[in-house]
């Protein structure tokens, strides 16, 4: 089956230690996002990627980073500088980044992190 | 610059009746719109789209949404609910030069009671 894996479900880390959230498709898909939910606030994005090798700030990418060295992997890593990390994060992909099907994006089933 | 307002944060509604869930947006440009579904602790689905056509758009699950670009609105239908559809629903924008930045609403919680 083709889909989005998150993992780990539920992360647990200490303030002030960074943490790498993992995200990988098998879907062949160009585009790769990450978001961050809080309740009642809807999703936020944070970085996206519409290719191999290059990726762009979103909305609220201060304190995180990401890279993407394989078209199938996404990793976002939450730094310490990031003021207020407890959230559920989660990945989404789509076939290309521009046109339409930018919009239609396929999302994992999310990480939530607990830092105190 | 974009924006999405999704007008009721809650709606609560009994199973078999119909539910409608609000959603208006602003942009200056053309605009795709997007329905998605969360289920609890999940990711997020896809309901329906509008690119450009017919306003009158049909998804998955009995839901339908028409687009209204006078009134800047999106609203989605369902003429009879189940338990099943509660569940949280995001309306989203974007367009054809966003580059896949989709911008959400605050979301709408749907609570569906016997």
């Known amino acids: 089956d083709g889909g989005i894996t998150q993992s780990p479900k539920y992360l647990f880390r200490k303030e002030g230690q960074n943490v790498t959230l993992s995200c990988e498709q098998n879907l062949n898909h160009d585009a790769m996002y990450w978001y961050r939910q809080d309740p009642g606030q809807g999703l936020r994005l944070i970085y996206y990627s519409q290719i191999v090798n290059d990726f762009q700030k979103g909305d609220i990418a201060e304190g995180y980073s990401v890279s993407r060295e394989k078209k199938e992997s996404f990793p976002l890593t939450v730094t310490s500088a990031q003021k207020n990390p407890t959230a559920f994060y989660l990945c989404?992909?789509?076939?290309?980044?521009?046109?339409?099907?930018?919009?239609?994006?396929?999302f994992g089933p999310g990480t939530r992190l607990t830092v105190t | 610059a974009q924006s999405v307002t999704q007008l009721d944060s809650q709606v609560p509604v009994f199973e078999e009746a119909p539910v409608e869930l609000r959603c208006n947006y602003s942009?200056?440009?053309?605009?795709?719109l997007f329905w998605y579904v969360q289920y609890p602790n999940q990711g997020l689905q896809l309901l329906l789209k509008?690119?450009?056509?017919?306003?009158l758009v049909k998804g998955i699950n009995g839901f339908e949404a028409e687009f209204n670009k006078s009134q800047t609105s999106f609203h989605l239908r369902k003429p009879s609910v189940h338990i099943s559809d509660t569940a949280e629903y995001f309306c989203?924008?974007?367009?054809?030069?966003?580059?896949?930045?989709?911008?959400f609403g605050a979301g709408t919680q749907v609570v569906v009671t016997p």
């Open positions: 989404a992909s789509s076939r290309t980044g521009g046109g339409p099907s930018g919009g239609e994006q396929y």
């Open positions: 942009s200056s440009v053309s605009v795709y």
């Open positions: 989203a924008v974007s367009s054809p030069d966003s580059w896949g930045k989709l911008q």
């Open positions: 509008y690119l450009s056509g017919s306003t």
